[in-house]
């Protein structure tokens, strides 16, 4: 079975410009959750979607933006980049059942995202 | 009150010692509980889940689990430098939602 999928790996940007990174998940799997993941800091949560819908979300300001397809592919959207949205990105699936039993988040490779 | 906390070491051991990681968690109705292992500029991957109270044991690693104490640890026996890395703990909450600690530092000494 084909892992996550996250597309671009790398992408250099300049501050003000928007980016858009994408996911695919393992098949089979409803959910993605998103992180960022700074030098020194441990993952922190963007948000979670599941059927199309953003379930859980994590505190970060409004520029950071996600979107789940039906065929559970996600995007995430950053606006406005700063210079400290210079970041791993990463997108875990999980199959996203209630209860939470049993299911575990795999992780995409990552992109890395460097703004100038 | 942070939902997972590790000690963020960094954790140093003589190659062929015991590496004990340590995680507490908050949700006292969590049910799932993971180790994953992240090199250095890569991504996390899982290393193993436990569900219930005591030991699972894969190969040489052991996860323990206490609910009653709400603490999970892993143990890697027969420590190699290809071990060198962080290990973070992760939970399941009773939101669904997944958590992860900050990641516990180990490096094994040749």
């Known amino acids: 079975k084909a892992g996550v999928t996250q597309t671009p790996r790398y992408l250099i940007k300049t501050r003000g410009q928007q980016v858009t990174l994408s996911c695919s998940p393992i098949?089979?799997?409803?959910?993605v959750s998103w992180y960022q993941q700074t030098p020194g800091q441990g993952l922190q949560f963007l948000f979670e979607y599941f059927s199309e819908t953003q379930r859980n979300k994590g505190n970060f300001p409004g520029r950071f933006s996600g979107r789940q397809f039906s065929n559970s592919r996600s995007e995430m959207n950053v606006s406005t980049l700063e210079l400290g949205d210079s970041a791993l990105y990463l997108c875990a699936s999980s199959l996203g059942g209630l209860a939470g039993a049993g299911d575990t988040q795999y992780f995409g490779p990552g992109t890395r995202l460097t703004v100038l | 009150q942070k939902e997972v906390e590790q000690n963020s070491g960094p954790l140093s051991v003589p190659e062929g010692a015991i590496a004990s990681l340590n995680c507490t968690y908050s949700?006292?109705?969590?049910?799932?509980f993971f180790w994953y292992r992240q090199y250095s500029g890569k991504s996390p991957e899982l290393i193993m889940s436990?569900?219930?109270?005591g030991d699972k044991e894969d190969g040489r690693f052991t996860a323990q689990l206490n609910k009653a104490s709400q603490y999970v640890s892993l143990l890697i026996r027969d420590s190699q430098p290809s071990d060198s890395a962080t290990y973070l703990c992760a939970v399941i909450n009773t939101g669904n939602q997944f958590y992860f600690g900050t990641g516990t530092s180990l490096t094994v000494i040749p």
């Open positions: 098949s089979g799997h409803r959910s």
């Open positions: 436990i569900y219930s109270n």
């Open positions: 949700d006292r109705v969590s049910q799932s």
